[in-house]
């Protein structure tokens, strides 16, 4: 173990966070296996304790000096906060103890009676945190230490002096709910001492730092939480004066950098990834304090590539020459929870990209190869030579570079290309309407039908060529007819075909286009036990030809009512995957939509007259700050845009979002221009109509009239009810009537008997017009 103040390196190192499925999902599964009742509560603990350590002892391995402890959880951290701080709301309280399993697991994931807490996106990750209910809580108070006991399990199974990780106070609050601008601060001040207690206990346990995440320091903060951080911090240290603090904040620059930087902590994290240009300058213009450690994240913690290691180190050498290198502590730029865990076992594809990827335990080393490549440098001067792993990189790195993947002729240089306008809504309107003929108030659903096990266990046989091409396309062909038989009988007048073929809205369209890479074990946590493995775009994205077009086609044959071709959004495709970053995100996007656009244009040349390209990311992904809104907005309507370019007036685009905070979004949902766009509405339906009476949409929209999320089959009165709602906002030239999202994970006999109502609440609507 070496210690900060007192190794031989002067460079010091440390992790961030770390990934806690384990290498093979272990985690994952057993969570399912004790879920599913297969498992009892002594074994799942006892195995859980040793995936525990294991994971500590591969963080040791790699050679970072500080490894965190406390970031492991049960199902998120956040929670974790809840329950030990006894924020524990009242529907779940009478079930155990805090710290029991039953209370936990039953905020994660409801039970009869009491849903479970909410769950939302943890900043613009993928990851998913679930919400803090404040309303109506007591103070917060320590209740259980779990801190304490990932410190002291660590010291004593794995030999480590780890650094303990919490959410800080502010970040906490900010995510929270029940929260307001008059209570704000308030609430802040009020988990004080339970920060302390746990803190307490951690010094008294022989913790030299404990790291505190402020993550919410890199969105817009306002002015007058300045004196507040300060307040709380002072608090925090000048009751823990032995304890050092390391506060850390990651995915993007920190806004107020000089007030930050002068909080009154021992050392500060900062994302010299997301946020490198803003937080140099702001180290330059404003300096940094003598003695305080710098967490210099220059390791991505959410890519899959190996680092640069000139790059890095050209950046460090910038800080070594700005603060001390003593006061130097080479980390991640973020939590590795971001990131798979190992390479050890990638198989798959292309072996230059494969030979390109750093996962979690590659990224450690990478830190560790980082700070004695530093220190050589500094000791030696430039020409010292790169540590093996170091020049490894160097070498994978460049192999990438010149892959002809990234250099295909067609796929460069029309970024800037202008995308041809449309006409007016108005006139684009006139001719749908009189080429579709449909009734006000036209009925349709979002694109996927349930996917029953039946269908997923062809797929699986399908792909493990244990079914024939044939045979697996005959299923998904009989289904489609079966569902657009349904759908006729039902009274929908737009028809899908239901998506059987997809598993997933991004991965199937990235297998079919050029550019992707699939990793073999690239697993990373969504939320809870479930985990998704986003496709790699390493190269130019291209079409390949026909990605729709027979299944489109088939179900359009069997039907004189209009079936709508389906496609996933460039900037959807881009936000769920991982993606290259030698050229922008915005020229990555931009590739994609040109890709969609010849599938587009393929669907409405063989007589699709209705196109969805759906856009569920297009919110999830935009910046943390405001302000950077715009230019983030324009690029990626722009990119919508060119994935329908040069459609005639007669084609009627609709695109779809699974939200509805429209009020944030509408010059974009405008700018966007589908003749057709269908929200997720019916949580916060009053919320959205209230927005449509202040700023009216001039296309056509739907606004979800049930949750999809429940598998309860909605009264038709109640749909009905939403119908009328939106009518006082919408005309019924431009209301469509849709459920809120897809269908795909609902069950047949629910799904039948809620789209049946659906149509029969458009009945009653139009009776009433
Ligand atoms: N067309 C997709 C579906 O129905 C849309 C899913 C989504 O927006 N998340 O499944
Ligand atoms: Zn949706």
């Known amino acids: 173990m070496k210690d900060v103040d007192t190794a031989m390196a002067i460079i010091s190192t440390a992790g961030v966070g770390y990934p806690r499925i384990g290498e093979n999902r272990e985690w994952k599964k057993l969570l399912e296996e004790f879920w599913g009742g297969k498992r009892d509560e002594e074994s799942f603990q006892k195995e859980i304790r040793e995936l525990r350590i294991r994971r500590l002892l591969r963080q040791k391995k790699s050679g970072v000096a500080w490894v965190p402890s406390g970031d492991f959880t049960l199902y998120d951290s956040v929670l974790d906060h809840v329950a030990a701080f006894d924020l524990i709301p009242d529907r779940f309280r009478h079930l155990g103890a805090n710290d029991s399993l039953a209370v936990y697991f039953a905020m994660a994931r409801g039970i009869e009676g009491a849903p479970a807490c909410e769950m939302t996106k943890w900043f613009d990750t993928n990851y998913h945190y679930l919400v803090p209910e404040l309303a109506g809580q007591p103070k917060p108070k320590l209740v259980f230490n779990p801190w304490l006991d990932a410190f002291t399990e660590a010291k004593r199974e794995a030999g ?190 292309d072996a230059v990209v494969r030979g390109a990827l750093a996962f979690a335990d590659q990224k450690l080393e990478e830190v560790v190869a980082l700070s004695e490549a530093l220190e050589a440098r500094l000791n030696g001067g430039a020409a010292t030579a790169l540590p093996a792993r170091l020049e490894e990189n160097r070498i994978a790195l460049a192999a990438l570079r010149s892959h002809p993947a990234r250099h295909r002729a067609a796929a460069q240089g029309s970024s800037e290309e202008s995308i041809a306008e449309r006409s007016p809504f108005a006139e684009r309107h006139a001719l749908q309407l009189s080429r579709f003929k449909l009734p006000l108030l036209p009925t349709t659903t979002i694109g996927s039908l349930p996917q029953t096990a039946d269908i997923r266990k062809a797929r699986l046989e399908w792909r493990r060529g244990k079914l024939s091409d044939d045979a697996y396309r005959q299923l998904l062909q009989e289904r489609t007819e079966l569902w657009i038989r349904r759908q006729e009988e039902y009274g929908i007048d737009v028809l899908v075909h239901g998506e059987f073929e997809r598993t997933d809205m991004v991965e199937h369209f990235a297998h079919l286009l050029d550019g992707y890479h699939f990793t073999t074990n690239g697993w990373v946590q969504s939320y809870g036990s479930r985990c998704v493995k986003p496709p790699v775009i390493y190269g130019d994205v291209m079409d390949r030809g026909a990605m729709t077009l027979e299944d489109t086609l088939y179900a359009q044959s069997l039907t004189d009512r209009p079936v709508k071709g389906m496609l996933t959004g460039p900037i959807t495709m881009l936000a769920w995957s991982f993606y290259r970053d030698d050229i922008s995100p915005k020229e990555i996007a931009d590739q994609i939509a040109r890709a969609l656009d010849a599938e587009v244009l393929r669907l409405e040349a063989a007589g699709i007259g209705m196109i969805q390209v759906d856009e569920p990311a297009l919110r999830e992904i935009a910046p943390l700050k405001h302000r950077e809104w715009p230019e983030y907005l324009e690029w990626s309507v722009n990119a919508f845009r060119r994935s329908v370019a040069g459609v005639r007036d007669e084609t009627q685009i609709h695109t779809h979002m699974c939200y509805c905070d429209y009020h944030e979004i509408i010059g974009a949902v405008e700018a966007m221009d589908a003749d057709v766009i269908s929200l997720e509405t019916s949580r916060s339906h009053g919320s959205l109509i209230h927005a449509l009476e202040h700023q009216p949409y001039a296309n056509g929209i739907g606004l979800g009239v049930y949750d999809i999320h429940s598998p309860v089959v909605p009264e038709t009165e109640t749909m009905l009810a939403v119908i009328r709602d939106s009518l006082a906002v919408v005309p019924a030239d431009r209301l469509w009537v849709n459920p809120d999202c897809g269908l795909k994970t609902r069950g047949e006999p629910e799904t039948i008997e809620a789209l049946k109502r659906m149509a029969e609440a458009a009945v009653l609507a139009r009776a009433e017009l």
């Open 160 to 349: 480590l002096l780890t650094r303990p990780v919490l959410i800080g106070p502010y970040t906490l609050v900010r995510l929270a709910k029940g929260v307001s601008s008059e209570n704000f601060a308030e609430l802040v001040r009020s988990f004080i001492p339970a920060y302390n207690t746990v803190l307490e206990e951690l010094a008294k346990a022989g913790a030299g730092w404990v790291q505190i995440d402020e993550p919410s320091l890199v969105t817009d903060v306002p002015e007058e939480h300045l004196a507040l951080l300060t307040e709380i911090y002072g608090a925090l240290k000048s009751s823990n004066p032995k304890l050092l603090i390391h506060l850390q904040t990651y995915f993007g620059a920190v806004e107020h950098p000089e007030a930050v930087f002068s909080l009154p902590v021992d050392g500060i994290g900062l994302d010299f990834v997301r946020g490198k240009i803003d937080n140099l300058d702001a180290i330059k213009k404003f300096g940094w304090t003598k003695g305080k450690k710098l967490g210099a994240g220059v390791v991505n913690g959410r890519s899959i590539w190996r680092v640069d290691p000139d790059q890095a180190l050209g950046l460090l050498e910038e800080l070594a020459s700005l603060i001390p290198a003593e006061q130097l502590i080479i980390q991640p730029s973020s939590s590795l929870l971001h990131s798979p865990v190992s390479v050890n076992v990638e198989v798959s594809g």
